[in-house]
């Protein structure tokens, strides 16, 4: 029951941030699960020996067991490879790195957004010939794009305007990084540059590395029926992990889970 009450009041902190995601359903369930688990532990009730559980039918515990194991070597396995990648910082020199977008309020990013735009200045500072695209569309509850709001972050810490691109359509995760490469690759044709075997930076909160980098060769390895071929550029991708708030870490990485068992085949 304290697993059942904790899970609970987790689930309203992740409500009351108001991020426009359902994750807090997810603590919802699973506090629901533990208050079932603790009324199946209890005494089947007077004259009767054994827990309630002991009352349900062999094969259906079984089952249940089953699951159970079953769920905890799945989602154990995505969070193993989530953490794998929580201490990326990218490799020198990278041709362009892409911040992937996230939520805009009216007073500026969201702290996750700061977290990844933070994480692309220390990037860009420590590596003046890297350019950077900042991407993601404007959401019905944002005042502006995700990528014009990350660009404007960025250059009022002091980056050059020149070495920043804002994409503005992309409204996930795969096309963020589709659309960015395509604007990255443009420019770079445009100013008769090389425009193949280019080495990219992926930027974005820790937990999310590992499914982004996994997005990035996926799309480059084989691009999208009606998209502009991709694979042909010869992409090389590097990881580069921004903070994530502490107390949302673990909905962060089970939310993460569901969406690697989506992607990642």
């Not at 409500?15 to 533990?34: C, E």
């Not at 992937?100 to 590596?127: C, E, H, I, K, T």
């Not at 029926?225 to 991709?230: A, R, V």
Request: overall charge negative; hydrophobic content about 45%; aromatic content about 10%.
């Amino acid at each position: 029951m304290l697993l059942a009450a904790a899970s609970f009041i987790y689930s309203l902190s992740i409500l009351a941030v108001g991020s426009g995601t359902f994750s807090f359903a997810i603590w919802v369930l699973l506090a629901a699960l533990f208050a079932l688990a603790a009324h199946l532990a209890g005494s089947a009730g007077s004259g009767e020996s054994g827990s309630r559980w002991h009352r349900v039918p062999r094969k259906l515990r079984i089952a249940a067991y089953a699951v159970i194991v079953l769920a905890a070597i799945v989602f154990g396995a995505c969070a193993v490879a989530q953490l794998s990648h929580f201490s990326d910082e990218g490799e020198p020199n990278l041709d362009c790195i892409i911040v992937l977008g996230a939520q805009v309020r009216d007073s500026g990013p969201s702290v996750a957004f700061r977290f990844r735009l933070d994480a692309a200045y220390d990037y860009l500072n420590d590596n003046p010939g890297t350019v950077c695209v900042v991407s993601g569309a404007q959401g019905f509850n944002e005042p502006v794009s995700e990528g014009e709001a990350g660009r404007a972050y960025l250059i009022s810490r002091g980056i050059a305007a020149e070495r920043i691109f804002a994409e503005t359509e992309a409204r996930n995760t795969t096309e963020n990084i589709a659309y960015s490469l395509r604007l990255f690759k443009a420019s770079r044709i445009q100013e008769g540059a090389e425009a193949d075997n280019l080495r990219v930076g992926v930027v974005t909160n820790n937990f999310h590395v590992f499914r982004s980098l996994h997005i990035a060769r996926e799309l480059t390895k084989e691009p999208a029926e009606g998209q502009h071929d991709l694979s042909a550029a010869g992409y090389e991708f590097c990881g580069i992990a921004a903070d994530t708030i502490p107390w949302y870490l673990p909905n962060n990485i089970v939310r993460e889970c569901f969406g690697i068992l989506r992607d990642v085949r």
